[in-house]
Nanobody, 118 residues
Framework: QVQLVESGGGLVQAGDSLRLSCAASGRSFSGVLMGWFRQAPGKEREFVANIRGSGAITSYADSVKGRFTISRDNAKNSLYLQMNRLKPEDTAVYYC???????????WGQGTQVTVSS
């Protein structure tokens, strides 16, 4: 069974850091585009960052640029999101996702909650 499982969320204070992990299983994700998305209460899910299969090319939402860093370890079939200088507006459920079968994200994890208090 192909799975993406996020971990590392939690409750932190503004200015703190967290590192999210996404462990993939069931198949190799080393050659595919992977990304992080988030959904805050009452809002639509939004793009956070993504990373190409080689790890050499990344992109970020303007709201997190300079604070968050996406990375991957293809040997471990894992994806990461280092979040620094967290703000209350970063509070959301964070999801990892992968583009496998086509041009859209078609594999999703179950999400991990990140709560940033002011």
């Amino acid at each position: 069974q192909v799975q993406l499982v996020e971990s590392g969320g939690g409750l932190v204070q503004a200015g703190d850091s967290l590192r999210l992990s996404c462990a993939a299983s069931g198949r190799s994700f080393s050659g595919v585009l992977m990304g992080w998305f988030r959904q805050a209460p009452g809002k639509e899910r939004e793009f956070v960052a993504n990373i190409r299969g080689s790890g050499a090319i990344t992109s970020y939402a303007d709201s997190v640029k300079g604070r968050f860093t996406i990375s991957r370890d293809n040997a471990k079939n894992s994806l990461y999101l280092q979040m620094n200088r967290l703000k209350p507006e970063d509070t959301a459920v964070y999801y990892c996702a992968a583009v496998v079968g086509g041009s859209s994200y078609d594999f999703w994890g179950q999400g991990t909650q990140v709560t940033v208090s002011s």
